[in-house]
């Protein structure tokens, strides 16, 4: 099988998932009561005062049966109700959100892999020995971490060291500058138009905020990638190649180097679509603490708040995202891999 | 009659290699440093949740009558700010003024029991569909494997936020929902009866309970027999985050254990128990369960940490259990009113005492399945 039937074969496939996907979250939004329901189809504020009438218009307290496709056809023309929370279409409030949490992202997704591939090496060569024991320690420590402890530790830490509180994304003084005549906004994320409109001190105090998040975000989700890294590696050092390579009296580093990490590697592409997930997990938690106006905050306040809307409208776009991601690491892993594809 | 020597003899000889696979996994145990500590941890949470009772005395005293409920956490100790720790109070007291070491000893309870459950049953639904997947094959496995793929293609801790806040404050089933999916699967087993021919009569069987159900159904749903509420629950909110992180964990269960399910039913002993002509369910619970499930259930029970911390997270998300309620991630959720300003310091004891319990009891299970994880994986083990 080539890499485009394998493409067209994988995009197929997911069209069933995402169908069935979707049920599943009809059939949550069915245990809503009727009354809370209707704010699932609000589409303006002035719409807020005739609930009663939705609810008759949607049939919402018919059976589930009828209901089904007037949901989805508004689901499909985009419209995913009002968020009491976000004050908005849920649509609007959670793209107006997106760039803040991108942003957390560009910055944690490397550095996890990074360091995750880096400690896993240094792990798996001196199996058994004292740095794999660290390593494993910080890995598994990641793992065992909650989110939210680690922020309010680092919080905290900060405030001891430095005297201040650092939340939010950019500080006060900085609110000002984004939201003048002045600044041009271009993709939303502080740090990318700060650099765009020659505002480095906007850059600084963005990057200044990001600092914690990230390293939060980073440290939870560094354990998958060091304990699969490292399992992947001791495979690939007992293979006959790396026997082959220390017999022709190759130096140590580089048979790790040259011959093992790199396939070694291959198994790692497939936790990045899982990171994706956990990462999004973790957001939400994560600008909670930090009081950063992300999707991840806005979506914690829909749930805490029991604002239905938000909290489907969210769960319904993770979903899709997380989707996509695995189809692009499948589809990766099958570029990477020949063998895949066969599969 | 054998004597019970002769029995335990025999059992021996039945289970060698479970009982050699056992010991080799606390041979390692003992041999690393890590999982020692791991266990120790486990070992000492336990400890604390055996002596709650005496540790933290529940007042007034724990009476059936009085006081049904010890994981309340009392807070007859009313104060407008945060009071910090005090011999009478060691970890301090939260603003409401629920004692933060009554909270700590007694949601060491909750969370074995969160843990516990969520494992159990989502293993029991996970073995089920798994079982069943993996062993039929075909359109059911098709079937029951899309759909576990709906439920793992969201993140597993957004969904279960979702089904949090859409679950009803109490659970109403009415006869028609709970016979109709009832007799859609007894059908679909007697459908595959008549479809393998493997044995006529328990095909037979199935077939005339489904007709059974379906008219029983029918007469209900036209409302011929009035509508009865078979079950009518009221769901705390523990009950809640319970139920949603049962349905969002059972389908990962589902799909490791029909791998192996799929695995075991080519070897030869399955091949042979069909020869001589062994019914489907002896293969399944004679055969192929015993020689897959033990790997499969000690990897489980190593998962109460990671769902310990899902949970916490939804408590500090304030979505978890009743605010009284003694559960650490909701003692950490009592700081939130601080959170953004200095006092975060000031009131440390609030969050970081519960939160240093939920971080210490998942790296025990984590320790401990880091090293366990090894040992059952083939491909590692022994070198």
């Not at chain 1, 198994?267 to 930090?290: H, K």
């Amino acid at each position: 099988m080539g890499l485009r039937e394998y493409i067209i074969r994988r995009i197929i496939m997911i069209i069933p998932i995402i169908i069935g996907a979707v049920i599943l979250i009809f059939a949550v939004v069915q245990l809503i009561p009727p009354g809370s329901r209707a704010l699932l189809y609000v589409r303006t504020e002035r719409d807020l005062q005739f609930l009663d009438q939705i609810i008759k218009a949607h049939k919402l307290d018919a059976s589930p049966v009828e209901q089904f496709a007037d949901w989805l056809r508004q689901i499909l023309e985009g419209n995913f109700g009002w968020t009491r929370v976000g004050r908005g279409p849920v649509l609007n409030v959670m793209f107006a959100k997106w760039p803040a949490t991108i942003e957390i992202v560009m910055f944690a997704a490397p550095l996890t892999i990074i360091f995750g591939i880096i400690l896993g090496v240094i792990s798996a060569v001196h199996r058994d020995k004292l740095p794999d024991h660290i390593t494993r320690l910080i890995s598994i420590a990641g793992y065992s971490l909650p989110s939210f402890w680690l922020g309010l530790i680092l919080l905290s830490l900060t405030y001891i060291t430095t005297g201040t509180v650092i939340t939010g994304r950019v500080s006060n003084s900085v609110v000002n500058i984004v939201k003048s005549q002045a600044w041009h906004t271009y993709t939303g994320l502080y740090t990318i138009d700060g650099i765009i409109n020659g505002r480095f001190d906007v850059v600084l105090d963005a990057l200044k905020h990001l600092a914690l998040p990230v390293i939060v975000i980073t440290t939870i989700n560094m354990a998958g990638i060091i304990r699969l890294m490292r399992s992947s590696m001791l495979e690939a050092l007992t293979k006959n190649y790396i026997i082959t390579a220390k017999a022709k009296g190759l130096k140590n580093t580089k048979v790790i180097n040259k011959h093992a990490r790199r396939n070694a590697l291959i198994p790692v592409v497939t936790i990045a679509g899982l990171m994706v997930a956990s990462m999004l997990s973790g957001l939400i938690i994560t600008e909670t603490v930090f009081a950063f106006e992300g999707v991840g905050q806005w979506a914690a306040q829909c749930a805490t708040q029991l604002d239905i809307a938000g909290v489907i409208g969210f769960t319904i776009f993770t979903g899709l995202l997380f989707v996509i991601s695995n189809l692009i690491v499948d589809i990766l892993y099958a570029y990477i891999d020949p063998r895949i594809r066969l599969g | 009659m054998f004597s019970l020597r002769e029995r335990i003899q025999k059992w021996k000889k039945a289970h060698e290699v479970s009982i050699k696979e056992l010991k080799f996994i606390l041979f390692r145990i003992r041999k690393s440093p890590l999982s020692l500590l791991g266990t120790f941890i486990i070992a000492f949470y336990i400890i604390i949740a055996i002596l709650a009772p005496i540790l933290a005395p529940p007042q007034p005293s724990w009476d059936i009558f009085k006081n049904p409920n010890p994981f309340i956490i009392p807070d007859a100790y009313n104060s407008v700010d945060p009071t910090p720790p005090s011999p009478q109070h060691p970890f301090g007291i939260t603003v409401e003024g629920y004692d933060i070491y009554y909270g700590c000893i007694w949601g060491t309870i909750t969370a074995f029991r969160v843990g516990v459950m969520v494992v159990a049953l989502s293993l029991i639904i996970g073995l089920a569909v798994g079982i069943i997947a993996g062993y039929y094959g075909g359109l059911v496995d098709e079937i029951l494997m899309r759909f576990t793929d709906i439920i793992i293609c969201f993140p597993g801790l957004i969904l279960a936020m979702a089904f949090v806040v859409a679950l009803p404050p109490a659970l109403t089933l009415d006869a028609p929902t709970i016979l109709i999916p009832i007799t859609v699967v007894i059908a679909l087993i007697t459908l595959l009866q008549f479809l393998k021919r493997t044995s006529k009569r328990f095909a037979n069987i199935s077939l005339a309970i489904t007709l059974v159900l379906a008219v029983v159904s029918a007469l209900i749903m036209f409302g011929i027999v009035p509508k009865i509420n078979v079950v009518q629950m009221p769901l705390t909110r523990l009950d809640k985050v319970l139920i949603a992180l049962i349905l969002v964990g059972w389908p990962g269960y589902a799909r490791v254990i029909r791998g192996e399910v799929l695995r075991a039913r080519s070897e030869d002993y399955v091949e042979a128990a069909k020869a001589i002509g062994a019914s489907d369910s002896r293969i399944i619970f004679k055969h192929i369960v015993p020689n897959t499930i033990y790997p499969i259930l000690i990897l489980a029970s190593l998962d109460i940490g990671s769902i310990v911390l899902t949970a916490a997270a939804l408590s500090f998300l304030g979505i978890g259990a009743e605010p009284s309620y003694a559960d650490w991630g909701q003692l950490v959720q009592k700081c939130e009113p601080y959170m953004l300003g200095v006092d975060i310091v000031r009131y440390w004891y609030i969050w970081l005492i519960p939160g240093a319990f939920i971080f210490i009891f998942g790296l025990g299970w984590n320790l401990l399945g880091d090293a366990i994880r090894d040992v059952l994986d083939p491909t590692l083990r022994r070198r």
